[in-house]
């Protein structure tokens, strides 16, 4: 069985950054070499919608057209560990943030595709 634990939410001003990290861990977490990672979000009363996803090299990377230039995924794997950059946040980025790992060497988009998932953490853009 796969970990996730998400970190680093919280209350920030619109404009302001936040970093989300997400790392990964458990007693078969070594079976999956190759494992493209994946962070979602969903808002009171909306459906869960991809923010961003990443591959195994870090070669490839998605975004929501709603993030594009103002969020970053990155991802360190000697620490397990994938990473949301988020700047210049709006409000309409409130959103309960969930990581997930997909067990694939492609990028999927549908959260379908993804195995595991984090508890999530909370994210509040507000003046």
């Known amino acids: 069985q796969v970990q996730l634990v998400e970190s680093g939410g919280g209350l920030v001003q619109p404009g302001g950054s936040l970093r989300l990290s997400c790392a990964a861990s458990g007693r078969t977490f070594s079976r999956y070499v190759r494992y493209a990672m994946g962070w979602f979000r969903q808002a009171p009363g909306k459906e869960r919608e991809l923010v961003a996803a990443?591959?195994?090299?870090?070669?490839?990377?998605k975004y929501a057209d709603s993030v594009k230039g103002r969020f970053t995924i990155s991802r360190d794997n000697s620490k397990n560990t994938a990473y949301l950059q988020m700047n210049t946040l709006k409000p309409e980025d409130t959103a309960v943030y969930y990581c997930a790992l997909a067990q694939s060497t492609v990028v999927p988009v549908a959260d379908v595709n993804y195995d595991y998932w984090g508890q999530g953490t909370q994210v509040t853009v507000s003046s």
């Open positions: 990443i591959s195994w090299s870090g070669g490839i990377t």
